[in-house]
């Protein structure tokens, strides 16, 4: 809105770059342009202000397609008044000289004429257009029906407005329908997701499953290593008790034909032994059968006492003692007196 302040009963104007100011006195127009700054009366100036920049017009409607579905549509126009004087002639821009703001509401007025016409051309597309069709495509048919019927729409550039953009921001069904609508793709992602996960598992089993199989065959061939050992050990005590038994029967032979040489030569010694003394008895006895009588009983007796214990004195009478000096001198086969 344009600035105006007062001074001494006069009114200063001072407006935006972006707006376009007339002012007339008397009917006839005093100051014609933008971003003018000037001094009025206020009795005699008849003021109106035409903003010249882009401005942004959002709308949203209700429309109904061909299979009866409720759907809203959100768009946005972005328009320009490009004829200020048209615009000022068709519609109130006129100011209040005291406060500077607009006595009616001009831009209400243009954003009824817009939305009013966007929403005709789009409830002409949507109504021969299916739902369906409509979510997929109707972007973009709505925007090009609705930008041509800006287009050819006469009151607009009558009115001095050109419609620079159009954009369709969405087209939804009801929270109802959209639900129903994403149900099967919903599906068939969780199946495609159960899928996944599905092949995920099996997987994962055929991993675990050849895990165990290396685990059994590791353990089937440890089973045989132990089994070879096993049977590697019985071979080798075996032949360690056959080793030793071959071992114990040679040296048991061994000690056997020891023995027997042992026993062989004691044989041998003791036969030439009871040899020698068999010839020594003999010669013994040969020797006593060719001494007398009397030497044999002076042996006898020398033998005895060698076998008597031991007598310290001995005492004999004198026909005894007679007796027997008289036998030991008796020479042998003679007589004495």
Do not use: C
Not at 265 to 270: G, N, R
């Amino acid at each position: 809105m344009a600035d105006i302040t007062r001074r001494f009963g006069w009114r200063h104007l001072r407006s935006a770059p972006t707006a376009h100011i007339r002012h007339h006195r008397r009917g006839r127009i005093v100051h014609d342009g933008r971003g003018l700054s000037f001094w009025f009366r206020a009795l005699s100036a008849a003021l109106s202000e035409v903003p010249v920049d882009d401005r942004e017009l959002a709308m949203a409607f209700h429309a109904r397609t061909s299979d009866f579905q409720d759907v809203a549509v959100q768009a946005t126009v972005t328009y320009r008044i490009s004829d200020p004087a048209e615009a000022a002639e068709r519609l109130d821009f006129s100011l209040d000289p005291d406060t500077g703001s607009w006595r009616g509401a001009p831009l209400e007025q243009i954003a009824t004429l817009l939305t009013e016409t966007a929403q005709q051309h789009a409830l002409d597309v949507l109504a021969r257009t299916s739902l369906a069709v409509a979510l997929v495509d109707g972007v973009a048919s709505v925007r090009a029906s609705v930008t041509a019927g800006l287009a050819d729409e006469p009151r607009l550039p009558a009115t001095g407005i050109d419609v620079v953009a159009v954009r369709v921001v969405a087209i939804r069904p009801e929270a109802e329908v959209e639900r129903a609508l994403r149900t099967p793709a919903r599906e068939q992602i969780q199946q495609e997701a159960d899928r996944a996960t599905y092949e995920r598992r099996a997987v994962a089993v055929e991993r675990e499953r050849a895990i165990a199989e290396n685990e059994l065959a590791s353990q089937i061939e440890l089973a045989r290593r132990e089994e070879q050992l096993i049977d590697q050990r019985g071979t080798n005590t075996r032949r360690e008790a056959e080793e030793k038994a071959v071992a114990d029967g040679i040296r048991t032979e061994t000690e056997a034909a020891r023995k027997v040489r042992l026993a062989r030569a004691d044989a041998e010694a003791e036969r030439e032994t009871g040899a020698a003394r068999a010839e020594a008895q003999a010669a013994w006895l040969r020797v006593h059968g060719e001494v007398d009588q009397a030497t044999l009983h002076a042996l006898a007796a020398t033998r005895l006492a060698e076998n008597l214990p031991r007598i310290d004195s001995i005492t004999l009478s004198p026909d005894v003692l007679t007796g027997l000096l008289g036998r030991l001198g008796r020479p042998e086969g003679g007589s004495g007196a």
